[in-house]
């Protein structure tokens, strides 16, 4: 890279972004932002444009969490940038390092109604770690970098800028941006050898570890914890599949008698929310391993809570040399449990019932899932099935709307995947409340060729809302949709292809159909609307 670079303040972004490692935009269409397409027109820069800004900004998430780097979405200004605030938001809650590049009415006009006019930084600071307004051209490069570096310092998360129309299309000459530098932060080393010996000489240990130790690179680690000190390991959000199916220590279908008989309880890299019954595992003692002082738990009375580069932290409780009990007995009833879990779930997943169950359509679906296909969940009833049903063999390749739980994830995460993984298989789990929100992006995956298949549970309702409101005052309303609707006529109006299934007999073919098609390709799969997931939520 040369020293200086030069041009109009589209440029001068693209030259800072590239610094940084982003090598695609997720967009949609807008005048206050023209200079940055130009810029990335002439550098051959790949954009991918959307139908509704929310889908440009979780295009962006999945590529953040799927690559561990910054994901970029460009938004007009005004409802661009307020309609991708529920994007920025789940950003927020995931610890996604994404950056979102809004365009701004010109400042030298302020207060005189422009079109489309609003201060948006106050809106979008309470879900950013950095929000900020370039005031002037030769400021962009330096501002990408605060921005950036803030986004992938612990813990990540999203950050905002807006550049106002005369300081974009304004040109300058600046010194070229030089590679980031990120910082890391150390634990105490005393509170992560109290946090060793704990989990060493415990009766019944467990770790729970979730999606910060994906994003933090430490799955190895991890791994090598868990293998030294013999302890079982439960997983959620996208630290599913850090140990894969198979590993004696790990486990999914025990998590009631772990979290009820264990003595000490280790979460790791996720938060003591209400997946993890917010922390409340009494009589065992918490141990909340996270990524920065910022996340250590005030609601719970952890036994210890080492904050830091979790890498580094990890491998230090893999390195412990002191006393350790005999896990053996502990592991080998968890597996029992497992055992008998697994069972029970086969036999869900084979079910011949017609309506289809939603636990058939995951059966099938683990017939056809490559170890490396992306599965993404969006949706409420029939994505919790998903989380019990579908196993990842690998890790960081389950994506869901994390703890923010927002809906209309889907053909964004989709775009972000599919973009990732030019050549693995994408599924994404829809629920048909969830498709309302964001289905017509199916036109952006086919106009851009970018096949995905796309599982449609269809039960006419609102599932996670009728059933409770139905046993909590004897009826519901506003908790029904049109049964039967067509969602794969959908598809295949906006260019894709798809088809409707009623029969359990029928999933199998009509899955393998829409994996061989080359094409966005929906399958409407008509389940079973008095088959409720008992749970309020199974995102965990």
């Excluded at 365009?103 to 900020?132: C, M």
């Excluded at 914890?225 to 486990?251: C, D, K, S, Y």
């Excluded at 399958?523 to 609307?529: G, I, Q, R, S, W």
Aim: a negative charge.
């Amino acid at each position: 890279m040369t020293d200086k670079i030069e041009g109009h303040g589209g440029d001068l972004a693209l030259a800072a972004l590239r610094a940084y490692g982003v090598t695609e935009m997720f967009t949609l269409s807008g005048g206050h932002v023209f200079p940055i397409y130009d810029a990335a027109h002439k550098a051959d820069f790949p954009i991918y444009d959307v139908r509704h800004e929310q889908s440009a900004v979780f295009a962006a998430e999945a590529v953040a969490k799927l690559q561990r780097r910054p994901g970029l979405a460009v938004l007009t200004a005004g409802p661009g940038v307020t309609n991708g605030i529920s994007g920025l938001t789940s950003a927020f809650f995931n610890a996604s390092p994404v950056l979102v590049m809004g365009g701004r009415a010109p400042a030298f006009r302020w207060g005189s109604g422009s079109l489309q006019e609003i201060d948006h930084v106050p809106l979008v600071a309470p879900v950013t770690k950095y929000a900020a307004t370039v005031t002037a051209t030769d400021e962009i490069p330096a501002e990408i970098g605060r921005a950036l570096t803030a986004a992938l310092t612990a813990h990540r998360g999203p950050a905002f800028l807006d550049l106002p129309l005369e300081v974009l299309f304004s040109s300058e000459d600046v010194a070229a941006p030089g590679a980031p530098a990120v910082p890391v932060i150390e634990a105490d080393p005393d509170e992560v050898a109290r946090a060793a010996a704990l989990l060493a000489e415990a009766e019944r240990p467990v770790i729970i570890a979730g999606s910060d130790v994906w994003g933090g690179n430490a799955i190895d680690e991890l791994r090598a914890a868990a293998e030294t000190l013999q302890i079982p390991v439960f997983t959620n959000g996208m630290g599913r599949g850090a140990l894969p199916p198979g590993h004696p220590l790990g486990f999914a279908k025990a998590r009631r008698p772990a979290l009820s008989e264990a003595d000490v309880v280790a979460v790791i890299g996720t938060p003591l929310d209400f997946r993890l019954n917010f922390g409340e595992f009494d009589p065992a003692q918490v141990i909340h391993i996270v990524d920065a002082p910022s996340q250590r738990a005030g609601h719970v009375q952890a036994a210890v809570s080492p904050a830091g580069d979790l890498r580094r932290i990890l491998a230090a409780i893999a390195g412990h040399t002191g006393k350790r009990t005999d896990h053996a007995e502990w592991i080998n009833g968890l597996r029992a449990a497992e055992d008998a879990g697994k069972t029970r779930d086969a036999e869900a997943m084979a079910a011949e019932s017609d309506p289809i169950k939603p636990a058939r359509v995951y059966g099938e679906l683990r017939k056809v899932l490559a170890p490396d296909a992306v599965t993404i969940g969006d949706g409420g009833d029939f994505v919790s099935y998903a989380g019990r049903y579908l196993e990842p063999a690998q890790p960081g390749t389950w994506l869901d709307p994390g703890p923010y739980g927002c809906l209309g994830t889907g053909m964004g995460y989709a775009m972000g995947a599919r973009v990732t993984y030019p050549d693995r298989q994408i599924c994404v789990l829809m629920g048909d409340g969830a498709a309302g929100f964001s289905l017509m992006d199916a036109e952006s995956l086919v106009r851009q060729n970018l096949p995905v298949v796309i599982v449609v549970g269809n039960n006419g309702i609102w599932g996670l809302e009728k059933h409770p409101m139905r046993a909590m005052y004897g009826y519901d309303v506003a908790a029904d949709l049109q049964p039967g609707l067509r969602y794969d006529d959908v598809v295949k109006a906006l260019g894709g292809a798809g088809e409707t299934v009623e029969k359990s007999a029928d999933l199998g073919p009509a899955l393998n159909r829409a994996f061989d098609s080359g094409v966005p390709y929906l399958v409407n799969v008509l389940t079973d609307p008095e088959d409720a997931y008992p749970r309020s939520s199974n995102l965990a």
